[in-house]
C-alpha cells in the first residue's frame, strides 16, 4: 500500500467573508472515487498513530478531542472521511493558519500490516495579530486600531481588543473567548466595552460602559446564550434644538440585565437563503441584579425561506416585541423598540415610525413587523455562476407597527392598538449579498398606510444592514 | 453661549410673550442639591420675581445633564431652553422684561463688575469648599451630590464631579489655597459688597437690579445652609448692612409674594433668617 496524500482534499477555508459561491451554497459531494481506489475501500485497516506536527504554544489535551474520531476509522475512505472532519474542527478552532493531513502506512517496531499513520501537518497563527483602519463618514473621521491573540493560553482562548479614536468619539472593546474543549459550541466570554452611538432620528447620543459575561451552549438543535449585562448608560442630546421630551431623559443610568436568547436556525445561508427557517428568541429581565433600571423585555423573529419556480425563492419573515416597564418608572428611550428604514419596513425613514416629539423619535414598547419577499435572479441572468450570483431582485411587502401600550387595558385591548394603524409598505429592487454576513439593498418603495408623524422613503431607497425584515 | 446662538435666541424670544407654565429646573431639594447649585438656582428665581416673570419650580435629579450648558438652573421657556443666571437675564431681556435699564453706562459696567466678582470669589469659594475640603466632600457633597443614583455609579459620579472641580480650580489657581484663606476671599468679598451697598436698600439704590438677586441668593443660601462648620455663614453675619439687605428681599419678595398667593404655590421653602 502506497502513500496516500489527502491534501488536497478541501482548500475551501472554514468561512471566510470573500465574495464568491460560498460553501454552503453547494451541496457538498463526497470525494470522488476512482476504481484505484475501491480495492481500498473494502479492506479494514487500523489508525494507530496519529501525530500533530508544527505545534508550539497549543496544549496537546485540546485537540485529542478534536482528532479522536480518527482512530474509530477502520476502512481508507473512512479514514479519509474522519481525517477531513477532523481537519475541520481544528480549522474551526481558529487557532491555525493551515492544517494538512498526511495518511501514510504505520511504521515502527510494533506496525501492523493493516496500521495507518494520520498526521496533521498545522501552522499556528501568529502569536499577536494587528490591524490599523481608518473610517471616514458622517462629518466623523476615526482611527480604529485591532489587536488579537488567537490561542493566547494554548487551549483556543482568544484575546481581543479595538480601539477607535474618532475626532468626535472614543471607543474601544476588550473580549476575551473561551471554549470548553472538545466541544467548541459551549464557550464563555467576557467583554469589556465603552461604545458611543448618536441617533439623529431621536437627537439622542447614547454613550455606554458595560462589562458583560456570556454563556453559550447549544441543546438538541438550538443555541442558547445566557448573558448578564451591567451597563452605565449617559444619555444626551445630540443639539440644542432637541425636543425637550428627549432633553428630559438625558443623564445617568445603570442598566443591570440578565437576558437569555434562544435560536434555532436550519437556514443554508445567513444572507439570502433558499431553504429553512429560523427563530429567535430574546428575553431580557434588568433590575433584579442592581442598578436603577427595570424592565422585562421579549423580542422574537420568525423567517421561513421556500424555493419555488426557476431557482426564486419564497421568505416570509416576522418579528415582533414587548417592553413591560416594572416599577413605577416610566420606560427609557434608550430600552425602547424602533421600527422604520430600509433594513425593516421599507419606504420609511430610519426609524422613523411611531411615537414622537417635535420630530424626534421616542420608540415604542410593543412592535411587530412582518415581510413577504419573492427573491429571483437577476432578468437575462448575466454573469450566471459567477458575479451575477451574488445578486437577486426582489418583491416585496412589508408591514408593521409600533406604539405605546397602557398596561392598564388588558390583552385584548393591545391587540386591537397593535392592529389599529398599520404601516405598510410594498416594491421591488436588487439586493447583493456582500460575503455571508452583509447586503446592500436599492428599492423602489410606496409606502401605505402612513400615519401623521411619519418620516417617508418615498421612491428609491437604499439600505445596508445586517438583519433584514 | 456663543454669541450667534445668543443673537439667535432674543430674535426668537422676542417673538412671544412671556408663557404661563415657564418652568425652572434644578437637582432634588431636600437630598440632592449643593450649596453652590442652590445659590445659583436662587439667585434666577429672585431675578424672575423682581421682574414679576412667574416661574413653577420643577426638581430633577438629572437636571444638570438636561442643561444644555451642564449647569443649573435653566428655564423652560415655550421651546426655549436657557441656563444660568446671565443668558437667562439677556433672554428676559429680549422679551421685554429688564431690571437693569434704567442705569447708565458706567453704573451698568459696575453692576457687570460686581456680578464677576460674586461669580468669581462667592461661587468659587463655595465650590472650594464643597469639593476641596475633604471633609466636607466626604461628609455633604459627595453622598448629597450621588444620591439618586444606585451602586456603583453613585461613587463614579461622585468622584467624576469633584475631579473635574478641583481641575478647574487648578486652573484658577486656588488649588494652592487652604481653607482659612478662602474665607478671608470671601470676607474681603462680602466687605467690598457691604462698602457699595452702604445703607442704600439695593446696589443701586430703589430699583433692584440683577446683581441684587445675585448676591441676594448666595448669601441667603451660605446664610440658611447648614455645612459641616459655621465659619462661612459666620463671615457673612458680621456684615449687618448685608444680613438686612437679605432680610429685606426676603421679605419683599418671597413672604409678601406667598401672602399674596400671587405665584400659586411657592417651592420656596429656606427657612427665614437668623
Same mark, same amino acid.
Request: charged share 20%.
Given at each position: 500500500m502506497g502513500t496516500v496524500h489527502a491534501r488536497s482534499l478541501d482548500p475551501l477555508p472554514m468561512q471566510g467573508p470573500e465574495l464568491g459561491v460560498q460553501a454552503d451554497d453547494m451541496d457538498l459531494g463526497e470525494p470522488e472515487h476512482e476504481e484505484k481506489q475501491e480495492v481500498l475501500e473494502n479492506k479494514d485497516v487500523v489508525v494507530q498513530h496519529v501525530h500533530i506536527d508544527g505545534l508550539g504554544r497549543t496544549k496537546e489535551d485540546i485537540l485529542t478531542y478534536e482528532i479522536? $474520531?480518527?482512530?474509530?476509522? +477502520?476502512n481508507l475512505i473512512d479514514v479519509m472521511k474522519k481525517s477531513h472532519e477532523a481537519r475541520q474542527k481544528l480549522l474551526r478552532l481558529g487557532i491555525f493558519r493551515h492544517v494538512e493531513v498526511v495518511i501514510d502506512t504505520a511504521e515502527g517496531t $510494533?506496525?501492523? %500490516? +493493516?496500521g495507518l499513520d494520520v498526521t496533521f501537518e498545522v501552522k499556528e497563527l501568529r502569536r499577536m495579530t494587528g490591524s490599523y483602519n481608518t473610517m471616514v463618514g458622517n462629518n466623523e473621521g476615526s482611527m480604529v486600531l485591532g489587536l488579537k491573540l488567537p490561542n493566547v493560553f494554548g487551549r483556543a482562548e482568544k484575546l481581543t481588543f479595538q480601539f477607535s479614536y474618532g475626532t468626535k468619539e472614543t471607543s474601544y472593546g476588550l473580549s476575551l473567548f473561551k471554549p470548553q474543549p472538545g466541544h467548541f459550541e459551549r464557550n464563555f466570554s467576557i467583554n469589556l466595552y465603552k461604545v458611543t452611538g448618536q441617533f439623529p432620528w431621536s437627537s439622542l447620543r447614547e454613550t455606554d460602559r458595560g462589562v458583560s459575561t456570556e454563556f453559550s451552549f447549544p441543546i438538541w438543535r438550538t443555541n442558547h446564550t445566557l448573558k448578564w449585562e451591567g451597563v452605565w448608560r449617559e444619555l444626551g442630546c445630540l443639539a440644542r434644538t432637541a425636543s425637550f421630551t428627549v432633553r428630559e431623559e438625558s443623564g445617568h443610568s445603570l442598566k443591570s440585565s440578565l437576558s437569555h436568547a434562544m435560536v434555532i436556525d436550519t437556514r443554508n445561508s445567513t444572507i439570502l437563503p433558499r431553504k429553512g427557517a429560523l427563530l429567535k428568541i430574546n428575553q431580557e429581565l434588568a433590575g433584579y441584579t442592581g442598578g436603577d433600571v427595570r424592565f422585562l423585555k421579549e423580542d422574537f423573529e420568525i423567517q421561513l425561506n421556500k424555493t419555488l419556480f426557476w431557482d426564486s425563492v419564497l421568505s416570509t419573515s416576522l418579528w415582533g416585541g414587548m417592553l413591560l416597564p416594572l416599577g413605577e418608572r416610566p420606560s427609557c428611550i434608550a430600552d425602547r423598540f424602533y421600527l422604520g428604514g430600509p433594513t425593516s419596513v421599507r419606504g420609511f425613514s430610519m426609524y422613523s415610525i411611531g411615537p414622537q416629539s417635535e420630530g424626534d423619535y421616542l420608540g415604542g414598547e410593543a412592535y411587530w413587523a412582518g415581510g413577504v419577499h419573492l427573491y429571483t435572479p437577476l %432578468?437575462?441572468? %448575466?454573469?450566471r455562476g459567477g458575479f451575477g450570483d451574488l445578486f437577486r431582485t426582489h418583491f416585496f411587502l412589508n408591514a408593521g407597527n409600533l406604539c405605546n401600550l397602557n398596561y392598564g387595558e388588558g390583552p385584548r385591548a393591545h391587540l386591537s392598538k397593535l392592529a389599529e394603524c398599520i404601516r405598510w409598505s410594498y416594491g421591488a429592487g436588487i439586493v447583493l449579498r456582500l460575503g455571508n454576513i452583509a447586503r446592500l439593498e436599492l428599492n423602489y418603495c410606496i409606502p401605505m398606510g402612513v400615519q401623521s408623524g411619519d418620516r417617508i422613503c418615498d421612491g428609491v431607497q437604499f439600505g445596508a444592514g445586517i438583519r433584514f425584515l | 453661549m456663543s454669541l450667534a446662538a445668543e443673537a439667535f435666541v432674543s430674535q426668537i424670544a422676542a417673538a412671544e410673550p412671556w408663557p404661563e407654565n415657564a418652568t425652572l429646573y434644578q437637582p432634588l431639594k431636600e437630598d440632592q442639591i449643593l450649596l453652590s447649585d442652590s445659590a445659583s438656582s436662587l439667585a434666577v428665581q429672585t431675578f424672575l420675581r423682581m421682574c414679576g416673570l412667574p416661574v413653577l419650580v420643577s426638581c430633577r435629579a438629572n437636571a444638570e445633564y438636561m442643561s444644555p450648558s451642564g449647569k443649573v438652573p435653566f428655564i423652560h421657556v415655550g421651546n426655549q431652553v436657557v441656563s444660568e443666571l446671565g443668558p437667562i437675564v439677556q433672554f428676559t431681556k429680549a422679551k421685554g422684561h429688564a431690571l437693569s435699564d434704567g442705569l447708565d453706562d458706567v453704573q451698568r459696567a459696575e453692576m457687570k463688575a460686581y456680578m464677576e466678582l460674586v461669580n468669581n470669589m462667592l461661587l468659587t469659594a463655595e465650590l472650594y469648599i464643597q469639593w476641596c475640603d475633604d471633609y466636607t466632600a466626604t461628609e455633604i457633597s459627595r453622598p448629597r451630590y450621588s444620591n439618586p443614583y444606585s451602586w456603583p455609579l453613585n461613587h463614579v459620579l461622585a468622584y467624576q464631579k469633584q475631579w473635574e472641580i478641583r481641575r478647574k480650580m487648578n486652573a484658577i489657581g486656588w488649588s494652592g489655597k487652604n481653607l482659612e484663606q478662602v474665607y478671608e476671599d470671601v470676607s474681603q468679598c462680602c466687605q467690598a459688597l457691604s462698602q457699595r451697598l452702604g445703607?442704600?436698600?439695593?446696589f443701586f439704590n430703589k430699583q433692584p437690579t440683577e446683581l441684587d438677586a445675585l448676591v441676594f441668593g448666595h448669601l441667603f443660601t451660605i446664610l440658611t445652609t447648614q455645612l459641616t462648620s459655621d465659619e462661612l455663614a459666620e463671615k457673612v453675619k458680621s456684615y449687618s448692612n448685608l444680613l438686612s439687605f437679605c432680610h429685606r428681599i426676603e421679605q419683599t419678595y418671597f413672604k409678601e409674594h406667598e401672602r399674596e398667593g400671587?405665584?400659586? =404655590? =411657592?417651592?420656596?421653602s429656606k427657612s427665614s433668617l437668623p
Open positions: 479522536a $474520531d480518527v482512530f474509530r476509522a +477502520n $510494533d506496525a501492523l %500490516p +493493516n %432578468p437575462f441572468r %448575466p454573469g | 445703607t442704600q436698600p439695593y400671587q405665584f400659586g =404655590s =411657592s417651592r420656596h
